[in-house]
């Protein structure tokens, strides 16, 4: 009964490297997130997306692509993979509308070697 | 643009002993404001949340927060910190449009002595 839950929670890979990391949400919510943490624990949102919808595109490196296939799916698919993509990548969920809290996931720990 | 400041990055407690996390924030309207925790290896887990009214909000965990507008501050308050309170504490601003966009401090990291 996870609420939001992502695969894989560990993802060690070579640089040049392709990978996905997926989201899944049970929680009926139509607007969900990614965000990438640094090694200095710092947030940022990456994209949004409402109704499969992109919505935010902060400024992500175009080797970066969400995909939504439904609203409560929520993919991330990196092409060739970079040492400072090394991070903890979240996916998150909300109702859309101000001021609604997001319900993140347990986190995915990208390491590029 | 809107931001948020913690200007502690550490902070060290006895267990027992009150607490209080600062953040200040900046935004050009009402803000929504809101406070996560995230324990190691973990994933980001709300604590509170501050919307419009009572300025004094309450929260999981025994943990409360106040807003103030003068100050452009929502400081995180418990009476009585336990070990299990160790963790990274994240104040975040939401937009109130646009995407629902959180903006996160810099964080804190809370460490309980016992």
């Known amino acids: 009964d996870t609420a939001v839950s992502q695969t894989p929670k560990y993802l060690v890979t070579q640089m040049g490297n392709d990978k996905s990391i997926k989201c899944e949400q049970n929680?009926?919510?139509?607007?969900m997130y990614w965000y990438k943490q640094d090694s200095k624990k710092f947030l940022k949102i990456m994209f949004s997306y409402n109704n499969k919808e992109l919505i935010i595109n902060e400024t992500v490196p175009n080797r970066f692509s969400p995909k939504s296939p439904d609203k409560a799916h929520l993919n991330l698919h990196i092409n060739s993979l970079e040492l400072g993509d090394s991070a903890v990548y979240f996916c998150?969920?909300?109702?859309?509308?101000?001021?609604?809290?997001?319900?993140f996931g347990p986190g995915t720990r990208l390491t590029v070697t | 643009a809107q931001s948020v400041t913690q200007p502690d990055i550490h902070i060290t407690v006895s267990e027992g002993a009150s607490l209080e996390l600062r953040c200040n924030y900046s935004y050009g309207a009402t803000p929504y404001l809101f406070w996560y925790v995230q324990s190691p290896g973990q994933g980001l887990q709300l604590l509170l949340k501050y919307f419009s009214g009572d300025t004094l909000v309450q929260g999981i965990k025994g943990f409360e927060a106040e807003f103030k507008r003068s100050q452009s501050s929502f400081n995180l308050r418990k009476p009585s910190v336990h070990w299990s309170d160790a963790a990274e504490y994240f104040c975040?601003?939401?937009?109130?449009?646009?995407?629902?966009?959180?903006?996160f401090g810099t964080g804190t990291q809370l460490k309980v002595e016992l």
């Open positions: 998150a969920s909300s109702q859309s509308g101000g001021g609604y809290e997001q319900y």
């Open positions: 929680l009926g919510h139509d607007t």
């Open positions: 975040a601003v939401g937009s109130t449009g646009g995407g629902n966009k959180l903006t």
